[in-house]
């Protein structure tokens, strides 16, 4: 147990479905990110969130929307997605501002499937 | 920005000091070095963290070289339980710059 809680832990959706991934982090920590893990492939950095203000946006397109509305909790919303999009979802949060000398506490991931 | 490259799998056996590699000849001066291990259905977990020269802590060792360019981490004495995927993050230590490079992952499998 990391702290790090997410959910659902599994999602099968249509391309025309919306839904959207939650995150919570129990922890105090004032940092959150979204990283999307495709097999065989580096984790690629979605997200950031420091003090709920988005501080990092990769070039991700605009069928993933992320939301902040406190530093504990952390939502993706999806609509609209492709199958390429299907992918584990992980949800991590540091302590201080979020940076790479941060050290990452993650949560389980969702096993998202897009048909 | 700063690629890492790591093997793609490695075999070894109980009782044995495992060393993985990675590559980042792009690293940045205010970049750190940090390795994550991750187990099947979880998410990734933090092993250790090192800036320049050794670092060891309860669970492993993390050597980086003066020119920084590469980093080793060793397991010493390892278990099956250490079967799993081991990653290299290369990131800067500023609190305004989100460039996180990870790596693919090493595979490790360990046999009894």
């Known amino acids: 147990e990391t702290g790090v809680t997410q959910t659902p832990r599994h999602l099968v959706m249509g391309m025309t479905n919306k839904k959207s991934l939650k995150c919570e982090q129990h922890l105090g920590h004032n940092a959150m990110y979204w990283y999307k893990q495709s097999a065989k492939k580096p984790l690629e950095l979605m997200f950031v969130y420091s003090l709920e203000e988005r501080v990092e946006n990769n070039s991700v397109p605009s069928r993933f929307s992320p939301e902040c509305p406190n530093s504990s909790h952390l939502f993706l919303h999806l609509h609209t997605l492709q199958p390429e999009d299907s992918a584990l979802y992980l949800c991590?949060?540091?302590?201080?501002?979020?940076?790479?000398?941060?050290?990452?506490?993650f949560g389980p991931g969702t096993r998202l499937t897009v048909l | 920005l700063a690629k890492t490259t790591q093997p793609i799998s490695m075999d070894s056996y109980e009782g044995q000091e495992v060393n993985i590699t990675c590559s980042h000849n792009n690293i940045a001066t205010n970049d750190y070095i940090t390795w994550y291990q991750q187990f099947p259905s979880q998410g990734p977990r933090f092993i250790i963290q090192?800036?320049?020269?050794?670092v060891t802590n309860e669970v492993a060792s993390l050597f980086i070289p003066a020119d920084r360019k590469s980093s080793t981490l060793s397991l010493p004495r390892v278990s099956l339980s250490d079967t799993a995927v081991y990653y290299c993050l290369v990131g800067d230590g500023g609190d305004s710059n989100y460039q996180l490079i990870w790596g693919a992952g090493t595979k490790l499998i360990i046999k009894p």
């Open positions: 090192g800036y320049k020269t050794k």
């Open positions: 991590a949060s540091s302590l201080l501002k979020g940076a790479g000398r941060d050290t990452q506490y």
